[in-house]
Protein backbone atom coordinates (compact mmCIF):
# COMPACT_ATOMS: atom_id res chain seq x y z
CA UNK A 1 0.00 0.00 0.00
CA UNK A 2 2.02 3.08 -1.11
CA UNK A 3 1.04 6.37 1.07
CA UNK A 4 1.63 10.09 -0.09
CA UNK A 5 4.09 11.53 2.33
CA UNK A 6 3.39 15.07 1.36
CA UNK A 7 1.19 16.46 4.29
CA UNK A 8 -1.79 19.25 3.05
CA UNK A 9 -0.45 22.41 5.40
CA UNK A 10 -3.45 23.97 6.56
CA UNK A 11 -3.78 27.78 4.60
CA UNK A 12 -3.58 29.20 8.16
CA UNK A 13 0.24 28.21 8.30
CA UNK A 14 0.96 28.96 4.88
CA UNK A 15 3.91 31.86 4.07
CA UNK A 16 2.40 34.65 2.05
CA UNK A 17 4.81 36.35 -0.73
CA UNK A 18 4.87 39.89 -1.36
CA UNK A 19 6.01 42.88 1.22
CA UNK A 20 4.54 43.54 4.85
CA UNK A 21 2.61 46.92 5.82
CA UNK A 22 6.03 47.95 7.34
CA UNK A 23 7.76 47.16 4.05
CA UNK A 24 5.44 49.30 2.25
CA UNK A 25 5.88 52.22 4.79
CA UNK A 26 9.32 52.74 4.60
CA UNK A 27 9.06 52.77 0.93
CA UNK A 28 6.70 55.03 0.84
CA UNK A 29 8.85 57.32 3.22
CA UNK A 30 11.43 56.47 1.09
CA UNK A 31 9.47 57.49 -1.93
CA UNK A 32 8.52 60.56 -0.37
CA UNK A 33 12.00 61.71 0.58
CA UNK A 34 13.51 61.57 -3.38
CA UNK A 35 10.14 62.94 -4.91
CA UNK A 36 10.66 65.77 -1.91
CA UNK A 37 14.64 66.18 -2.69
CA UNK A 38 14.26 65.84 -6.75
CA UNK A 39 11.29 68.61 -6.25
CA UNK A 40 13.41 70.91 -3.97
CA UNK A 41 16.07 70.74 -6.49
CA UNK A 42 13.86 71.75 -9.25
CA UNK A 43 12.34 74.30 -7.58
CA UNK A 44 15.62 75.76 -6.15
CA UNK A 45 16.71 75.81 -10.18
CA UNK A 46 13.65 77.17 -11.09
CA UNK A 47 13.92 80.07 -8.49
CA UNK A 48 17.67 80.81 -9.30
CA UNK A 49 16.70 80.48 -13.17
CA UNK A 50 13.41 83.55 -12.22
CA UNK A 51 16.20 85.80 -10.39
CA UNK A 52 18.72 85.52 -13.20
CA UNK A 53 16.26 86.58 -15.77
CA UNK A 54 14.78 89.16 -13.01
CA UNK A 55 18.21 90.49 -12.60
CA UNK A 56 18.90 90.69 -16.24
CA UNK A 57 16.49 92.63 -17.07
CA UNK A 58 17.02 95.42 -14.29
CA UNK A 59 20.54 95.45 -15.28
CA UNK A 60 19.04 96.08 -18.83
CA UNK A 61 16.41 98.06 -18.28
CA UNK A 62 19.17 100.43 -16.02
CA UNK A 63 21.42 100.25 -18.67
CA UNK A 64 18.97 101.55 -21.58
CA UNK A 65 17.72 103.89 -19.30
CA UNK A 66 21.25 105.53 -18.76
CA UNK A 67 22.10 105.56 -22.55
CA UNK A 68 18.72 107.15 -22.92
CA UNK A 69 19.03 110.03 -20.42
CA UNK A 70 23.28 110.52 -20.83
CA UNK A 71 23.20 111.29 -24.49
CA UNK A 72 20.61 113.88 -24.01
CA UNK A 73 22.34 115.18 -20.77
CA UNK A 74 25.59 115.35 -23.29
CA UNK A 75 24.16 117.59 -26.01
CA UNK A 76 21.33 119.75 -23.41
CA UNK A 77 22.13 123.30 -25.05
CA UNK A 78 24.55 122.75 -27.99
CA UNK A 79 23.89 122.72 -31.30
CA UNK A 80 25.66 122.58 -34.88
CA UNK A 81 27.24 125.70 -34.77
CA UNK A 82 28.61 125.51 -31.10
CA UNK A 83 27.46 128.75 -29.95
CA UNK A 84 26.17 129.03 -26.45
CA UNK A 85 24.30 132.30 -27.09
CA UNK A 86 20.86 130.99 -28.09
CA UNK A 87 17.31 133.04 -27.89
CA UNK A 88 13.82 132.75 -29.20
CA UNK A 89 11.50 135.00 -30.97
CA UNK A 90 8.62 132.39 -30.35
CA UNK A 91 5.77 134.11 -28.63
CA UNK A 92 5.04 132.58 -25.08
CA UNK A 93 1.99 130.71 -24.56
CA UNK A 94 0.77 127.09 -25.04
CA UNK A 95 3.57 124.97 -24.54
CA UNK A 96 6.05 127.10 -23.53
CA UNK A 97 8.14 125.49 -21.53
CA UNK A 98 9.19 123.05 -24.83
CA UNK A 99 10.26 125.62 -26.85
CA UNK A 100 12.52 127.38 -24.12
CA UNK A 101 16.11 128.11 -24.98
CA UNK A 102 17.72 126.97 -21.54
CA UNK A 103 19.63 123.81 -21.99
CA UNK A 104 18.64 122.51 -18.67
CA UNK A 105 16.14 122.49 -16.44
CA UNK A 106 14.87 120.26 -13.78
CA UNK A 107 12.00 119.63 -10.63
CA UNK A 108 12.16 117.96 -7.59
CA UNK A 109 8.30 116.57 -8.02
CA UNK A 110 7.55 115.56 -11.60
CA UNK A 111 4.32 116.01 -10.83
CA UNK A 112 4.86 119.32 -10.69
CA UNK A 113 6.71 119.77 -14.17
CA UNK A 114 4.04 122.07 -16.41
CA UNK A 115 2.37 120.52 -19.24
CA UNK A 116 2.74 117.11 -18.19
CA UNK A 117 -0.38 114.54 -18.57
CA UNK A 118 -2.43 114.97 -15.92
CA UNK A 119 -3.69 111.01 -15.36
CA UNK A 120 -3.85 108.01 -17.04
CA UNK A 121 -1.09 106.39 -18.61
CA UNK A 122 1.80 108.53 -18.82
CA UNK A 123 0.87 110.63 -16.10
CA UNK A 124 3.71 111.41 -13.64
CA UNK A 125 3.70 109.57 -10.60
CA UNK A 126 3.36 111.41 -7.39
CA UNK A 127 6.44 110.23 -5.08
CA UNK A 128 8.56 108.86 -8.10
CA UNK A 129 10.99 111.27 -8.25
CA UNK A 130 12.01 114.27 -10.42
CA UNK A 131 11.75 115.35 -13.82
CA UNK A 132 14.42 116.93 -16.03
CA UNK A 133 14.12 118.90 -19.12
CA UNK A 134 16.79 118.96 -21.61
CA UNK A 135 17.03 120.56 -24.64
CA UNK A 136 19.56 120.69 -27.72
CA UNK A 137 19.70 120.94 -31.41
CA UNK A 138 20.62 118.63 -34.25
CA UNK A 139 21.85 119.32 -37.78
CA UNK A 140 19.61 118.78 -40.79
CA UNK A 141 22.05 119.96 -43.37
CA UNK A 142 20.45 122.74 -44.04
CA UNK A 143 23.29 125.77 -45.09
CA UNK A 144 21.77 129.54 -45.82
CA UNK A 145 22.61 130.79 -49.38
CA UNK A 146 20.99 134.39 -48.10
CA UNK A 147 18.38 136.14 -45.75
CA UNK A 148 15.84 138.00 -47.23
CA UNK A 149 16.72 141.89 -45.75
CA UNK A 150 17.03 140.09 -42.48
CA UNK A 151 13.00 139.73 -42.61
CA UNK A 152 10.19 137.12 -43.52
CA UNK A 153 12.88 134.74 -44.39
CA UNK A 154 15.60 132.64 -45.18
CA UNK A 155 16.66 131.15 -48.43
CA UNK A 156 18.57 127.91 -48.20
CA UNK A 157 21.39 126.26 -50.72
CA UNK A 158 19.09 123.23 -51.58
CA UNK A 159 15.87 122.41 -51.64
CA UNK A 160 14.21 120.08 -48.73
CA UNK A 161 11.15 118.31 -47.34
CA UNK A 162 13.02 117.93 -43.74
CA UNK A 163 11.21 120.68 -42.12
CA UNK A 164 7.57 122.61 -43.15
CA UNK A 165 4.98 124.55 -41.89
CA UNK A 166 4.62 125.35 -38.15
CA UNK A 167 7.45 123.08 -37.28
CA UNK A 168 10.36 125.17 -34.41
CA UNK A 169 13.56 125.46 -35.94
CA UNK A 170 17.15 127.12 -34.89
CA UNK A 171 18.82 129.17 -37.03
CA UNK A 172 22.52 129.75 -36.04
CA UNK A 173 26.00 130.98 -36.77
CA UNK A 174 29.19 130.70 -34.52
CA UNK A 175 27.79 133.32 -32.21
CA UNK A 176 24.58 133.38 -31.88
CA UNK A 177 21.08 131.24 -32.10
CA UNK A 178 17.65 131.86 -32.41
CA UNK A 179 14.36 129.68 -32.34
CA UNK A 180 11.63 130.79 -34.21
CA UNK A 181 8.84 129.14 -36.10
CA UNK A 182 7.85 128.23 -40.07
CA UNK A 183 4.67 130.07 -41.18
CA UNK A 184 4.75 128.77 -44.56
CA UNK A 185 4.86 125.52 -46.44
CA UNK A 186 8.06 126.39 -48.71
CA UNK A 187 10.59 124.92 -47.97
CA UNK A 188 11.12 122.62 -51.13
CA UNK A 189 11.53 125.64 -52.85
CA UNK A 190 14.42 127.12 -50.84
CA UNK A 191 12.87 129.46 -49.33
CA UNK A 192 11.55 129.41 -45.21
CA UNK A 193 9.28 132.37 -43.90
CA UNK A 194 9.00 133.50 -40.52
CA UNK A 195 6.00 135.85 -40.58
CA UNK A 196 5.26 137.65 -37.16
CA UNK A 197 2.17 136.40 -35.31
CA UNK A 198 1.29 133.81 -37.63
CA UNK A 199 1.13 130.13 -36.29
CA UNK A 200 0.94 128.73 -33.04
CA UNK A 201 2.68 129.79 -30.76
CA UNK A 202 3.65 132.65 -33.72
CA UNK A 203 6.77 134.46 -33.90
CA UNK A 204 6.90 137.74 -31.89
CA UNK A 205 8.89 139.77 -34.42
CA UNK A 206 10.00 139.27 -38.39
CA UNK A 207 13.92 139.75 -36.97
CA UNK A 208 15.75 137.14 -35.05
CA UNK A 209 17.57 139.63 -33.23
CA UNK A 210 19.35 139.27 -29.94
CA UNK A 211 17.64 140.25 -27.50
CA UNK A 212 14.25 139.65 -27.54
CA UNK A 213 11.53 141.50 -28.19
CA UNK A 214 13.72 144.34 -30.49
CA UNK A 215 12.28 148.30 -30.21
CA UNK A 216 10.33 150.04 -32.76
CA UNK A 217 12.76 150.58 -35.51
CA UNK A 218 15.84 148.73 -34.98
CA UNK A 219 18.23 146.75 -37.15
CA UNK A 220 17.61 143.01 -37.33
CA UNK A 221 20.32 140.94 -36.72
CA UNK A 222 22.40 139.77 -39.59
CA UNK A 223 22.70 135.58 -40.05
CA UNK A 224 25.23 135.88 -42.77
CA UNK A 225 25.27 132.61 -45.77
CA UNK A 226 27.13 130.00 -44.05
CA UNK A 227 25.17 130.01 -41.39
CA UNK A 228 22.40 126.74 -40.71
CA UNK A 229 19.14 125.76 -39.68
CA UNK A 230 19.14 123.37 -37.16
CA UNK A 231 16.22 121.21 -35.62
CA UNK A 232 15.79 122.15 -31.37
CA UNK A 233 14.76 119.10 -29.50
CA UNK A 234 13.58 119.70 -26.00
CA UNK A 235 12.24 116.66 -23.76
CA UNK A 236 10.69 116.27 -20.17
CA UNK A 237 12.32 113.19 -18.67
CA UNK A 238 10.04 111.89 -15.68
CA UNK A 239 8.82 108.46 -14.12
CA UNK A 240 5.24 108.03 -15.11
CA UNK A 241 2.10 105.25 -14.87
CA UNK A 242 2.24 102.33 -17.63
CA UNK A 243 -0.61 100.20 -18.98
CA UNK A 244 0.00 97.62 -16.96
CA UNK A 245 -0.42 99.44 -13.46
CA UNK A 246 3.81 99.76 -13.14
CA UNK A 247 5.89 102.42 -13.65
CA UNK A 248 8.10 103.38 -16.77
CA UNK A 249 10.68 106.00 -17.74
CA UNK A 250 8.55 108.29 -20.03
CA UNK A 251 10.16 111.05 -22.44
CA UNK A 252 7.57 113.86 -23.03
CA UNK A 253 8.31 116.50 -25.75
CA UNK A 254 9.23 117.20 -28.65
CA UNK A 255 12.17 117.20 -31.81
CA UNK A 256 11.05 118.15 -35.34
CA UNK A 257 7.70 117.79 -34.86
CA UNK A 258 5.28 120.46 -34.85
CA UNK A 259 2.98 119.03 -31.92
CA UNK A 260 4.43 117.34 -28.13
CA UNK A 261 4.00 113.78 -27.43
CA UNK A 262 4.17 111.38 -24.51
CA UNK A 263 6.59 108.24 -25.35
CA UNK A 264 7.32 105.26 -22.87
CA UNK A 265 10.99 104.86 -22.93
CA UNK A 266 11.98 102.06 -20.65
CA UNK A 267 9.60 100.01 -18.45
CA UNK A 268 10.08 99.07 -14.58
CA UNK A 269 12.13 101.87 -13.68
CA UNK A 270 10.15 103.05 -10.53
CA UNK A 271 12.01 106.07 -9.19
CA UNK A 272 14.23 108.95 -10.67
CA UNK A 273 16.38 110.99 -8.24
CA UNK A 274 18.25 114.16 -9.74
CA UNK A 275 20.99 116.19 -8.45
CA UNK A 276 23.07 119.05 -10.11
CA UNK A 277 26.51 120.61 -10.33
CA UNK A 278 26.99 124.02 -10.74
CA UNK A 279 30.19 125.19 -12.16
CA UNK A 280 32.64 126.08 -9.02
CA UNK A 281 30.94 124.18 -6.90
CA UNK A 282 31.84 121.15 -4.81
CA UNK A 283 29.10 119.47 -4.53
CA UNK A 284 25.12 118.09 -6.15
CA UNK A 285 22.22 119.96 -5.46
CA UNK A 286 18.58 119.11 -5.93
CA UNK A 287 16.81 121.58 -8.39
CA UNK A 288 14.98 123.66 -6.03
CA UNK A 289 18.53 124.69 -5.14
CA UNK A 290 20.39 125.15 -8.43
CA UNK A 291 21.43 129.23 -7.92
CA UNK A 292 21.73 129.34 -12.18
CA UNK A 293 19.94 126.61 -14.73
CA UNK A 294 22.82 128.27 -17.08
CA UNK A 295 26.22 127.12 -15.18
CA UNK A 296 25.26 123.65 -14.63
CA UNK A 297 27.64 122.03 -15.69
CA UNK A 298 27.08 118.00 -14.91
CA UNK A 299 24.09 115.64 -13.49
CA UNK A 300 24.11 112.79 -11.34
CA UNK A 301 21.49 110.09 -11.77
CA UNK A 302 20.05 107.41 -9.35
CA UNK A 303 17.55 105.34 -10.66
CA UNK A 304 15.72 102.70 -8.82
CA UNK A 305 14.73 99.62 -11.24
CA UNK A 306 12.07 96.86 -10.51
CA UNK A 307 11.68 93.85 -12.84
CA UNK A 308 8.67 93.08 -14.58
CA UNK A 309 7.41 96.89 -14.20
CA UNK A 310 4.18 96.24 -12.13
CA UNK A 311 2.90 96.18 -8.90
CA UNK A 312 4.01 93.54 -6.65
CA UNK A 313 0.32 92.48 -6.53
CA UNK A 314 0.17 91.29 -10.44
CA UNK A 315 4.14 90.28 -10.61
CA UNK A 316 5.86 87.04 -10.59
CA UNK A 317 8.24 87.70 -7.97
CA UNK A 318 11.80 86.85 -7.98
CA UNK A 319 13.41 88.45 -5.07
CA UNK A 320 12.80 88.31 -0.99
CA UNK A 321 9.02 87.35 -0.29
CA UNK A 322 8.03 86.54 -3.82
CA UNK A 323 8.45 90.03 -4.35
CA UNK A 324 9.60 91.81 -7.97
CA UNK A 325 13.45 92.16 -8.16
CA UNK A 326 14.39 95.69 -7.26
CA UNK A 327 17.94 97.72 -7.45
CA UNK A 328 19.21 101.00 -7.66
CA UNK A 329 21.80 102.63 -9.97
CA UNK A 330 23.78 105.33 -10.16
CA UNK A 331 25.76 107.21 -12.70
CA UNK A 332 27.18 110.95 -13.35
CA UNK A 333 27.22 112.58 -16.65
CA UNK A 334 28.96 115.75 -17.69
CA UNK A 335 27.08 118.36 -20.41
CA UNK A 336 30.04 118.63 -23.00
CA UNK A 337 29.62 122.10 -24.05
CA UNK A 338 29.90 123.41 -20.33
CA UNK A 339 33.09 121.29 -19.63
CA UNK A 340 35.49 124.38 -20.58
CA UNK A 341 33.16 127.26 -19.24
Not at 198 to 212: I, K, M, R, W
Not at 276 to 290: D, K, M, P
Request: proline fraction near 4%.
Amino acid sequence: MMFNSQRKIPASRRTDSGFTLIELMIAMVLGLLIVAGVGSVFIANQNAYRTNVALGEVQESARTSFEFLARDIRSAGANPCGTASVASVLKPGGDSMLYSSGGIEGWENATTAPNLPASGVGAPVAGAGDALRLAGARGAGLELESTNGQRLSVNLKSATTAIGKGDIVMICDIEKATLFQVTSDNASNKTVTHNKDDGSPGNQTECLNHPVPQSPGSTCTTFSPSSYLAIPTNYVWYIGENDAGGRSLYRYGRGQEATSGTAEMVRGVWAMEVTYHEQGGNSYVAAGSVGNWETVDAVRLELTVRSGGVQPASAMGAGTDNQPLERAFTSTVALRNRLDN
